[in-house]
């Protein structure tokens, strides 16, 4: 029987713990907003002053050239206050990224190194920080303002979705940094999932079961409230775990107003079913257009969100987003909301046939009464 994760961590605890090489380590926190119904990419370059460019997906690796976003969002770099977070101090700086779907997404970059166990106390320090998450609003906020006519129907949304990524890029004594994982996968595994207890066997397995490598030197592990990368090199699987969380509140937003949508909409039918047995009051004309409004606005953002990054082919970063997009659950999501949406669509198609329906019956009580009256008037000597 090979021996478990635990059984190897104890085994390897007495040759000394590693230490990351200095310059190597990094923590980037992100926070993603929802801030607009659309946002004009090409009219917020123009309008914002700064340091701004297009993100593009950094392959480090071979990949096919449609491996990118459509349209690139828009990176800004912006001044902001350093944080100090227990014995760690966030850059004073930082990047945006907005997308065209109306998101934004703040990173802040805290550099380490030293004793790999120090991860721990850096995952405890991050953890559901509420000054981070304050200082991400308010720069979301400050960015809305500046985006100005280029976003549609700007708003605000209280959701939010936060996520930590821990880069660890070299090791001190020149091994690669997936020594780590194979040395302290319990000291990882407890990094993940910001727990200072000893876990067990099981909880250790489903924290480290979201692994992905390219080469031998290298590993990635996903997980549903951090991701740690060992490799020399993270900015594309940053930049595709940063467009995930985004998904993520999109698809969390989008599920929320799907469900007042659809109470809404069921008020609104169950209303004109009320209105039809008296056939001499006409339909409502609004009601129609703004439950048909509603399924193409939310239909539209969901197709945006979806096709926002194009994954074709099998290479390593579609197969580290599908992985992520399983962590996250982003499949039941999308299986969910698609649900509500042909439910949606269901209710607008019940409404449009209530209202032909009406319409019908108008029709016909029209027709009857000229048959009627074309009877009736010649013998009241109407026309002579």
Request: proline share 5%; charged share 25%.
């Amino acid at each position: 029987m090979s021996p478990s994760p635990l059984d190897r961590a104890e085994a390897t605890s007495q040759t000394g713990t590693p230490s990351i090489a200095p310059g190597a380590g990094r923590c980037v926190l992100l926070h993603a907003f929802d801030v607009a119904h659309g946002v004009d990419l090409d009219e917020a370059e123009r309008l914002i002053s700064g340091a701004t460019e297009r993100v593009a997906v950094r392959h480090t690796r071979k990949a096919p050239p449609y491996f990118e976003y459509s349209p690139a969002p828009l990176r800004v770099t912006r001044a902001a206050p350093a944080l100090q977070l227990g014995a760690f101090r966030t850059a004073p700086a930082v990047e945006m990224v907005v997308f065209d779907f109306g998101a934004i997404s703040v990173r802040f970059r805290i550099d380490f190194d030293g004793p790999a166990q120090a991860l721990l106390d850096l995952a405890e320090a991050v953890f559901d920080s509420a000054a981070v998450r304050e200082e991400a609003r308010r720069q979301a906020e400050s960015l809305l303002a500046l985006l100005g006519r280029a976003a549609r129907q700007p708003r605000m949304d209280h959701t939010t979705e936060d996520y930590t990524v821990f880069h660890v890029g070299a090791l001190a004594d020149g091994r690669a940094p997936a020594t780590l994982l194979h040395e302290r996968p319990a000291l990882l595994a407890q990094v993940l999932r910001c727990e200072r207890q000893e876990m067990s066997d099981d909880e250790l397995r489903d924290a480290l079961a979201c692994r992905l490598s390219y080469g031998r030197g290298d590993a990635m592990l996903v997980d549903w409230n951090a991701a740690l990368v060992l490799d020399p090199e993270a900015e594309e699987a940053v930049t595709v775990l940063e467009f995930a969380n985004v998904e993520l509140l999109e698809l969390r937003i989008l599920d929320d107003r799907l469900d007042a949508q659809l109470e809404e909409a069921y008020r609104t039918l169950t209303e004109q079913e009320g209105r039809r047995r008296w056939w001499i009051l006409p339909p409502r004309a609004g009601a129609l257009t703004r439950i048909g409004r509603l399924q193409v606005d939310s239909a539209l953002l969901f197709e945006n969100v979806n096709n926002a990054l194009k994954l074709i082919g099998d290479q390593y970063l579609a197969r580290l987003y599908r992985m992520t997009a399983t962590r996250f659950h982003l499949p039941e999501r999308d299986e969910t909301i698609g649900r509500k949406l042909r439910a949606l669509e269901s209710i607008y198609e019940k409404l449009s046939d209530h209202q032909a329906g009406v319409r019908a019956d108008l029709l016909e009580w029209i027709i009857i009464l000229l048959i009627a009256l074309s009877i009736v008037l010649p013998f009241l000597g109407v026309g002579k």
